[in-house]
């Protein structure tokens, strides 16, 4: 079922007209009243201005009203089984309202934050769509679904945890308006050509952020009760050889219980668990778990944070819950991967690969030939978590990729039965470059800078280049947790319609907001001068030196001990 591109949107007073080339009916929204219909094509709208835009993603309501969103710009990325795929380039909000002089100041004011909230996030790297692919569900997924599936629209068959304008289509879900409504979903995609003995096929790389608990680094951690968990990313990677297609599934998410780490402008603060009881975890635990078991089949759940201190804490509870609920599709296999790889010896990565193998093999992988027999189906997935479920995350994920596009390329005869990806420079430097670049783009998307570790992913080991470039992102990211992500997290939370409106932008923050800073910025600016001023150190200026860094010691000891106050926190609650 293909989508209309290539649109025109025509504004009159009262109506907006969207229409495409191939399209005989044109969707017509009232600007007042915000009916939506389908009516046969005409000339009159031709009279009214216009817009060409690519893509129709659906409508929001900010406070001055509602704004239709189009997407006006697109980049190809490539093709998947002979459908194209673009990435979101450019995009505008359009206004029902004329004017919004029925709105005081404070009104207008908020309408404008909100409005560039939206925008921010359509902003973040990267959004992807095509007219003629589902890209929300994986080739497995797909296959399996039925001839039903093939004749219900894009929008309805679509899984809903990846769609991104889930919210921003709702009004627009009458199955007349399917060839109009795009679905969107977010994360990242490559699409590459390459030959390997002769042999041409494309390898492809899709990422999906779920838009269940999608959030900030430090504002959405664990699970909900709805066994909803933070930063879940289901990644495919995809061999298409001349019509044959194969594919191998993994997922991560954060730790499904229930456990905070809110910043407080600690470089690191402690993660805690929720003081509840401990059925709630149980049970929030096991809806996440049947639920991924309904999708994915049986779960290997690979724990990869430390074994102690507080995230120790976490993994002996995960540990613990999974034993309690005793689900026989679920193994859990924690790997300590700081005290295990410490000294840069990431070799040893290696014990936990060999630990999963056979496990894997037993799983296999999707492979479909080009005559529609299906050779295997992947049976079961590895579910990856660190904290973060970011970057110690990503460099197991590409191992297990790694050793499954072997396995499929052999499966193929695009490798020989003695040879390994490795044996060809060219792809093995491609295939950890592309997921080094998947960990980077996740990373962006979670916790606002690129992922941590890429160095090793992207050349095998570790280097003082790569471990200098981690510390000013690690730096970049304690910056952003602490002072930009509440307005992330509300503007999240406002594009998927979880946001009150009705909450205040402003807060007021106390007295120590404003006065500690100021006194900190004052002692700092007098310490300094009083250390580099003085062409020789008399008692008196040691005095004065000596208080002055007392006070800097003393107010940022306040400060941090009030660190909660002075972070950036949502405010559409």
């Known amino acids: ?30 600007r007042i009243s915000e009916a939506v219909y389908l009516e046969k094509k005409d000339n009159q709208q031709a009279n009214h201005p216009h817009i060409d835009f690519c893509g129709f993603l659906g409508s929001i309501t900010l406070i001055a009203g509602r704004y239709l969103v189009i997407a006006t710009h697109r980049d190809l990325v490539g093709f998947v089984a002979g459908h194209a795929i673009w990435r979101l380039r450019g995009f505008k909000l359009v206004p029902y309202f004329k004017s919004t002089i029925h709105l005081s100041n404070l009104q207008q004011s908020d309408n404008a934050t909100y409005l560039s909230m939206v925008e921010h996030v359509l902003n973040t790297p990267y959004f992807y769509f095509s007219y003629t692919y589902d890209l929300s569900h994986t080739m497995q997924r797909l296959n399996g679904a039925g001839p039903m599936m093939a004749q219900q629209s894009m929008l309805a068959r679509a899984d809903q945890r990846f769609v991104w304008n889930w919210h921003l289509l709702k009004g627009f879900q009458n199955p007349d308006f399917k060839n109009f409504t795009l679905p969107i979903i977010h994360g990242f995609i490559s699409i590459n050509q390459v030959v390997i003995n002769g042999n041409t096929f494309n ?10 608990r999608a959030g900030t680094r430090y504002f959405r951690r664990g699970t909900d009760r709805n066994g909803s968990v933070a930063n879940f990313v289901e990644t495919e990677q995809i061999v298409d050889f001349q019509g044959d297609q194969g594919s191998f599934v993994q997922i991560r998410g954060s730790i499904p219980l229930f456990w905070t780490q809110l910043p407080d402008l600690r470089y690191k603060p402690p ?9 709630d975890h149980n049970r929030a635990c096991l809806r996440h778990l049947e639920t991924t078991s309904q999708l994915y089949g049986r779960q290997i759940l690979v724990n990869l944070v430390d074994q102690k201190g507080a995230e120790g804490k976490l993994e002996q509870a995960f540990g613990e819950t999974v034993n309690n ?23 040893r990565l290696s014990i936990l690969i060999d630990r999963l ?37 990503n460099v197991v994920q590409s191992l297990l990729a790694h050793r499954s596009l072997t396995a499929m390329l052999k499966k193929l005869n695009i490798l020989k039965p003695n040879e390994n990806v490795e044996n060809h420079g060219s792809f093995e430097s491609l295939f950890k470059n592309v997921w080094a670049d998947n960990a980077d783009f996740i990373s962006v998307q979670y916790s606002g800078t690129g992922a941590l570790k890429t ?7 570790r280097t003082k280049a790569g471990l200098l470039r981690d510390g000013v992102n690690s730096l970049t990211r304690y910056y952003k947790n602490n002072f ?29 907001y404003i006065t500690f800073p100021s006194v900190l910025l004052v002692a700092v600016a007098m310490f300094v001068t009083c250390a580099i001023i003085p062409p020789e150190y008399s008692t008196e200026s040691l005095l004065f030196l000596l208080f002055w860094g ?24």
Not at 3 to 30: C, N, P, Q, V, W
Not at 455 to 461: A, F, L, P, S, V
């Open 203 to 212: 390898w492809i790389m899709i990422s999906r952020r779920s838009t269940q």
């Open 357 to 393: 193998q056979f496990e894997q093999e037993e799983m296999g992988y999707f492979l479909m030939m080009r005559d529609g027999s299906l050779v295997s189906m992947q049976d079961g997935v590895f579910r990856t978590n660190c904290i973060d479920c970011l970057d110690r995350t």
């Open 325 to 347: 609920i005793r689900l026989s599709s679920v193994r859990y296999e924690p790997f300590d991967f700081h005290a295990e790889c410490r000294h840069m010896r990431w070799d």
């Open 271 to 279: 993660p805690k668990l929720v003081e509840i009881d401990r059925e």
């Open 550 to 573: 007392s006070m800097v010691f003393a107010t940022g000891h306040t400060i941090l001990r009030y660190g909660h106050e002075f972070v950036d926190k949502p405010r559409l609650l």
């Open 484 to 512: 930009t992500d509440g307005y992330r997290q509300d503007a999240l939370d406002l594009f998927h319609g979880l946001a009150d409106l009705r909450s205040p932008l402003t807060v007021d923050r106390g007295w120590r």
């Open 455 to 461: 160095d090793y992913t992207r050349t095998g080991k």
């Open 1 to 30: 079922m293909e989508i209309h591109d290539d649109m025109k949107l025509y504004t009159s007073a009262e109506k907006f007209y969207i229409g495409a080339k191939s399209a005989k009916e044109l969707l017509i929204i009232d």
